[in-house]
Structures are given as C-alpha cells and as structure tokens.
C-alpha cells in the first residue's frame, strides 16, 4: 500500500515568535557587549581571555561588578549576569 505524502511545514520555515526574536537579539546584544568589554586593555585588571581564548576569567569580582556591571549591563547583580552566560 502506497502512503499518502503528508504536506509538512519545515520547522525552518516556520516563524519564530516574537518573544524568541527578542531573546535572540538580547542574547546577541549581550555577547557583542561582553566580547567588546573583554577585548578593552583598560578591563585586564578586572576580566580576562584565557590563553586559548575560547573562555574568559572574571579576575576581580567585586571590581567587576563596580565598574563593569553597574555601567555596562542592567542588572547590577553578578548573579544575574552569570545566568545570562548559560
């Protein structure tokens, strides 16, 4: 017996909510930030790239969250700010 073909929309092809575009371009936003602060000479003392740099090392917590956070980010809370990195 022949099975009749099915017409499937591709999950590609469909629409993401608006909802996910935002997070999307949050999450974008968010690691352009990081990669620029991360990349600055003037936050060496703070935050850093490991030597193979496919991570980074946040040196100085306290100073991080003074000068880093409290500028560059919304939430002030370091907490908050390493829930974003998952």
Not at 10 to 24: M, N, V
Not at 44 to 55: V, Y
Request: glycine residues 2%; proline residues 3%.
């Amino acid at each position: 017996t022949m099975e009749k073909p099915t017409s499937k929309k591709s999950e590609s092809s469909s629409p993401l909510p608006k909802e996910s575009l935002q997070d999307s371009a949050s999450s974008n936003h968010f690691a352009l930030k990081l990669h620029r602060l991360l990349s600055q000479q003037s936050n060496k003392d703070i935050m850093c790239w490991t030597s193979n740099g496919d991570a980074f090392c946040i040196l100085n917590e306290t100073l991080f969250v003074e000068r880093i956070m409290s500028v560059h980010f919304q939430n002030a809370k370091f907490e908050s700010f390493s829930r974003r990195l998952r």
